[in-house]
């Protein structure tokens, strides 16, 4: 069986959750690889309808097997808070079908606090943090300074880990915020509210992918976010601190010998962004508001109102080669049915020069779009189930996208339940 990568082509919040939910039937793993609980995967089933931030979008199919992996951050607090949410509608997770890596480093109370207390220091030049603790957590994780989550399985060790770390994590909150430092007592009673709760699910998943992998099982890998936040090829600095795009996957899975067969890249029909930093085609006023209506758009985790716009053809072209996309789900394309004529961002100008190339993140606050327009629709299509059901605008406007990103699209999505959906 192949491998497969869901991910996200522009900022997050292109709909990889619906996207997981809908072909897990074809897999026997999915495997979240990177990031917290600072972004929401939303889905919706027979269940009911879900914000998931850390749990794998997987978690609803029976027989499927879930994993945290080793490059995820684990707050066990959110976490554990999530899981009795979901399982009070409904869904088993028991450590049978959830898994979470004995590698993965845990993400404790202090760096919420660190991060609420950077973005404050920061004032207007914050980064448009959601406040997780993100940052801190993976600045401390490349120091060597975090708690791994196969620690909760030798107390003794634990308790001299943490008495370490409290002891250097107190200097910064002391002396460079003038915040209040932890006790070992706080520390302990948090271990013990949340840390020994998800302690029955943590185990050796390297050992549990790589026997999958031996008897050919198919896998999934869930990425967090979307290109144009990964750390190292997003709009650095307003990123996320880890890398979202498909080639990490291995990596952050557990599973550094996977070969990834299939990337899906995930693409709203127009653009959305949560948080700061430059969003070339933004729109504003009456005309934001409305899109922003329509599409619901507002922030799973923080329920902040998005930054909407057009769809962006420079950042989704950019966001199909960084990511190394295969193929393309294109979502929300119901949203636009409002619209007489649909905007799009076809092209930027920087400096008075027309140009299809993503810019280096020093530029971008000077790009500007270039946009064009295509005819609207004008009616309701959510729920047409086939390709040649759909208006003729509608078909040409997906052709026109496919076109200038350089991707085939082979899924259509005209509304967020799972047989919302249209396979070209």
């Given at each position: 069986?192949?491998?497969?990568?869901?991910?996200?082509?522009?900022?997050?919040?292109?709909?990889?959750?619906?996207?997981?939910?809908?072909?897990?039937?074809?897999?026997?793993?999915?495997?979240?690889?990177?990031?917290?609980?600072?972004?929401?995967?939303?889905?919706?089933?027979?269940?009911?309808?879900?914000?998931?931030?850390?749990?794998?979008?997987?978690?609803?199919?029976?027989?499927?097997?879930?994993?945290?992996?080793?490059?995820?951050?684990?707050?066990?607090?959110?976490?554990?808070?999530?899981?009795?949410?979901?399982?009070?509608?409904?869904?088993?997770?028991?450590?049978?079908?959830?898994?979470?890596?004995?590698?993965?480093?845990?993400?404790?109370?202090?760096?919420?606090?660190?991060?609420?207390?950077?973005?404050?220091?920061?004032?207007?030049?914050?980064?448009?943090?959601?406040?997780?603790?993100?940052?801190?957590?993976?600045?401390?994780?490349?120091?060597?300074?975090?708690?791994?989550?196969?620690?909760?399985?030798?107390?003794?060790?634990?308790?001299?880990?943490?008495?370490?770390?409290?002891?250097?994590?107190?200097?910064?909150?002391?002396?460079?915020?003038?915040?209040?430092?932890?006790?070992?007592?706080?520390?302990?009673?948090?271990?013990?509210?949340?840390?020994?709760?998800?302690?029955?699910?943590?185990?050796?998943?390297?050992?549990?992918?790589?026997?999958?992998?031996?008897?050919?099982?198919?896998?999934?890998?869930?990425?967090?976010?979307?290109?144009?936040?990964?750390?190292?090829?997003?709009?650095?600095?307003?990123?996320?601190?880890?890398?979202?795009?498909?080639?990490?996957?291995?990596?952050?899975?557990?599973?550094?010998?996977?070969?990834?067969?299939?990337?899906?890249?995930?693409?709203?029909?127009?653009?959305?962004?949560?948080?700061?930093?430059?969003?070339?085609?933004?729109?504003?006023?009456?005309?934001?508001?409305?899109?922003?209506?329509?599409?619901?758009?507002?922030?799973?985790?923080?329920?902040?109102?998005?930054r909407v716009g057009p769809i962006d053809l420079v950042a989704t072209r950019y966001g199909v080669q960084v990511q190394g996309a295969t193929n393309i789900a294109l979502t929300k394309l119901d949203v636009l049915s409002y619209l007489d004529e649909i905007p799009i961002c076809a092209h930027y100008e920087i400096h008075g020069q027309q140009t299809d190339e993503f810019p280096f993140p020093t530029l971008l606050g000077e790009a500007k779009p270039v946009m064009e327009t295509m005819p609207g629709w004008k009616c309701d299509i959510s729920g047409i189930h086939s390709w040649e059901a759909l208006p003729e605008a509608a078909r040409k406007y997906v052709e026109y996208v496919e076109q200038a990103i350089g991707c085939?699209?082979?899924?259509?999505?005209?509304?967020?339940?799972?047989?919302?959906?249209?396979?070209?």
């Open positions: 069986m192949s491998n497969c990568a869901i991910v996200g082509i522009n900022w997050g919040d292109e709909g990889k959750g619906r996207m997981v939910d809908l072909i897990t039937k074809d897999y026997d793993m999915v495997v979240r690889y990177q990031g917290g609980g600072n972004a929401g995967h939303t889905v919706v089933n027979e269940y009911g309808k879900f914000a998931l931030h850390l749990l794998p979008s997987g978690i609803f199919r029976p027989g499927v097997i879930n994993i945290l992996g080793n490059g995820v951050a684990v707050d066990c607090e959110s976490l554990w808070t999530e899981i009795e949410a979901v399982r009070s509608q409904g869904v088993s997770i028991t450590p049978e079908n959830l898994k979470i890596s004995d590698r993965a480093s845990l993400l404790l109370p202090w760096h919420r606090d660190l991060d609420s207390l950077e973005e404050a220091r920061l004032a207007d030049k914050k980064y448009g943090s959601t406040k997780q603790g993100i940052a801190p957590f993976y600045s401390d994780k490349f120091q060597k300074k975090t708690v791994m989550a196969g620690e909760l399985l030798y107390p003794e060790q634990l308790l001299e880990r943490l008495s370490s770390l409290r002891e250097w994590k107190n200097l910064t909150l002391q002396k460079v915020y003038g915040a209040e430092g932890y006790t070992m007592k706080q520390l302990m009673s948090w271990i013990q509210d949340f840390g020994k709760k998800i302690q029955p699910f943590v185990c050796d998943t390297g050992a549990v992918l790589r026997k999958a992998q031996s008897e050919g099982k198919a896998i999934l890998f869930e990425a967090q976010l979307g290109a144009l936040r990964d750390l190292d090829y997003g709009i650095y600095p307003y990123t996320t601190s880890s890398n979202s795009i498909a080639a990490y996957a291995p990596v952050g899975s557990g599973l550094p010998t996977a070969r990834i067969d299939e990337v899906i890249g995930v693409v709203k029909a127009y653009s959305s962004c949560v948080g700061e930093g430059p969003f070339t085609c933004e729109l504003f006023g009456e005309e934001a508001e409305k899109l922003r209506d329509a599409g619901s758009e507002y922030g799973a985790k923080t329920g902040r109102p998005r085939h699209i082979g899924y259509v999505s005209v509304g967020p339940e799972r047989d919302a959906i249209i396979i070209r």
